[in-house]
């Protein structure tokens, strides 16, 4: 699951990936099909947006181990079932085992001790992400972290994690905190460029 928190893909994004949409070289780039946006492109079956990624050079060496170690084929985390509706079947079924087992997992964990404040305020109130979605939480983990480590930096967020504009992150996490504002000015150092301003040609200008 180390590749979702990178990527903050959703469930079937992360389960459907395939070999063909990851190129190493000469930009690390990564593309996943989000059935949830529905912008005219089909993928094994259904309708959705494919979102091109570039994540960190922490998840390329992520993806590379994967690529070393996972078996030979077409798609990252199953065999190619040779159709469209059986892939994707596959592909369902390999979300909800993870599903089925991030959820033990969570399940066998004290929550309150390892949360952040926001994800325990996200996932807790009606424990939708521990007992329903639990992949869900790592989307909304990945934004929390690369929101920190961008200093803020929304669009790039918006675009890495699969989110169309930056209103649900603002939404979500409440905007640019002020501490993460000072700390952005105090490194700025932004000079204009210099206008030489003649008086007597601005009086004349006024005049008109």
Known sequence: MNIDLHTGARAFAMASMSWDRVAMSPVFRVEQFEPKIKKGSWYLTREGKWWVKYPTEECRAIVETAHDRLPKRDFMFF??????????????????RM???FRKIF???DKRSWLNEKTRIYALGDALYFD??????????????YLAATNWSLAYVASLGGWENTEILNKCY???????????????????DTMN????????SLKF
Do not use: W
Request: overall charge positive; aromatic content about 8%; charged content about 25%.
């Open 174 to 192: 409440g905007g640019i905190p002020e501490h993460i504002k000072a700390q952005i000015a105090k490194s700025l150092h932004v000079k204009f």
């Open 132 to 145: 329903g979605r639990p992949l869900h939480l790592f989307r909304h983990t990945m934004a929390q972290y």
């Open 79 to 96: 065999d190619d079932a040779r159709s469209d509706k059986a892939n994707c079947l596959k592909a369902h079924y390999f979300a909800k």
């Open 107 to 109: 399940s066998e964990l």
């Open 197 to 204: 301003l003649n008086s007597s040609l601005m009086v004349e």
């Open 99 to 101: 599903t089925a087992r």
